[in-house]
């Protein structure tokens, strides 16, 4: 059973994909680009899990887990896992970015910001077949929240990028960063009275994905969005 959840988790995050790789489908470098993200994206996630392993073991060698669970769990889940995870999806993409920088446009950055988060992902959700209800599993999957928190991420870059404006990007990272660490933190046992909280997270992120990939597949026709910004 975990593993069909975890199968059904795959597919919104695979049709974004799929969707995104037809944005250029005769461009084998863009497309050589987004395999190589899903690639680093799910390699970047092997740290996360040494760090959360590390943290764990110095909360309860230090008794700070036992005296004051909640602080322990808060800390942990801001920081060990939201803050760092939202850090290493957003390096990798950028690294892409960096890369293609004289021809970048708006949509370009929403795509590479995307994939990189869709290959933590994937390594992710491996691993919570392994730690978690299958409840959990499906309602991550199904809502794609590392890969929606990453179209947010993208999406304020660009208008970023696009306007000059640095502003923009640090808005999109700390406004997903908060988002991440809350749907994490509301999910932990210490806060099982409030996790009906995390249900609207969970719903905001399937709104923002759909809402996302609308811009994306309007924003081809609109030159806001597909005009490098070495050209502006």
Same mark, same amino acid.
């Given at each position: 059973?975990?593993?069909?959840?975890?199968?059904?988790?795959?597919?919104?995050?695979?049709?974004?994909? &799929?969707?995104?790789?037809? @944005?250029?489908?005769?461009?084998?470098?863009?497309?050589?680009?987004? =395999? +190589?993200?899903?690639?680093?994206?799910?390699?970047?996630?092997?740290?996360?899990?040494?760090?959360?392993?590390?943290?764990?073991? @110095?909360?309860?060698?230090?008794?700070?887990?036992?005296?004051?669970?909640?602080?322990?769990?808060?800390?942990?889940?801001?920081?060990? @896992?939201?803050?760092?995870?939202?850090?290493? %999806?957003?390096?990798?993409? =950028?690294?892409?970015?960096?890369?293609?920088?004289?021809?970048?446009?708006? &949509?370009?950055?929403?795509?590479?910001?995307?994939?990189?988060?869709?290959?933590?992902?994937?390594? +992710?959700?491996?691993?919570?077949?392994?730690?978690?209800?299958?409840?959990?599993?499906?309602?991550?999957?199904?809502?794609?929240?590392?890969?929606?928190?990453?179209?947010?991420?993208?999406?304020?870059?660009?208008?970023?990028?696009?306007?000059? =404006?640095?502003?923009?990007?640090?808005?999109?990272?700390?406004?997903?960063?908060?988002?991440?660490?809350?749907?994490?933190?509301?999910?932990?046992?210490?806060?099982?009275?409030?996790?009906?909280?995390?249900?609207? @997270?969970?719903?905001?992120?399937?709104? =923002?994905?759909?809402?996302?990939?609308?811009?994306?597949?309007?924003?081809? %026709?609109?030159?806001?969005?597909?005009?490098?910004?070495?050209?502006?």
């Amino acid at each position: 059973m975990p593993v069909l959840m975890l199968i059904v988790s795959y597919i919104p995050a695979l049709l974004i994909f &799929l969707y995104f790789q037809s @944005l250029k489908k005769d461009d084998a470098e863009y497309r050589k680009d987004l =395999n +190589e993200l899903i690639l680093k994206g799910a390699i970047s996630s092997f740290p996360i899990l040494g760090l959360s392993f590390v943290f764990n073991l @110095l909360l309860k060698l230090t008794g700070v887990q036992a005296k004051y669970p909640l602080l322990g769990t808060a800390l942990h889940d801001f920081i060990v @896992l939201a803050l760092s995870e939202e850090i290493v %999806k957003f390096v990798t993409g =950028n690294k892409i970015v960096k890369k293609n920088e004289a021809k970048n446009n708006w &949509l370009d950055i929403i795509v590479y910001m995307s994939m990189a988060a869709f290959g933590f992902e994937l390594l +992710e959700s491996l691993v919570y077949m392994f730690t978690t209800n299958t409840m959990q599993i499906l309602v991550r999957g199904i809502t794609a929240m590392h890969v929606s928190m990453a179209m947010f991420v993208g999406y304020f870059y660009g208008k970023s990028k696009y306007t000059g =404006n640095k502003f923009w990007l640090v808005f999109g990272f700390v406004m997903m960063w908060i988002v991440h660490g809350s749907f994490d933190f509301l999910l932990s046992p210490e806060m099982e009275e409030y996790g009906y909280i995390a249900v609207f @997270l969970a719903i905001w992120s399937l709104i =923002n994905m759909i809402v996302t990939v609308v811009i994306v597949a309007k924003g081809r %026709k609109q030159e806001k969005y597909t005009k490098p910004f070495s050209e502006m």
